[in-house]
């Protein structure tokens, strides 16, 4: 199983380095949307090889900010 360790600013750059480490693992980036700013709603949904059948894998990830 690939791994990968390192360090993230904030959770922007977490997603974007997941990003490119499936991508560069043959998954499939379905979208992926960053917010403009750290509170605004950002998006990851990939699509990866399944292990058992050919039956892919389905990940969604979206942040949520509230204020306060």
Request: proline share 3%; aromatic share 8%; glycine share 10%.
């Amino acid at each position: 199983m690939a791994f990968t360790t390192g360090t993230a600013t904030d959770h922007h750059d977490l997603l974007e380095q997941l990003k490119d480490y499936l991508e560069l693992n043959d998954w499939v980036i379905e979208d992926f949307e960053l917010g403009a700013t750290l509170t605004d709603v950002s998006k990851l949904y990939v699509t990866g090889p399944g292990v058992i059948g050919g039956q892919p894998v389905h990940v969604s990830i979206q942040s949520e900010a509230r204020s306060g």
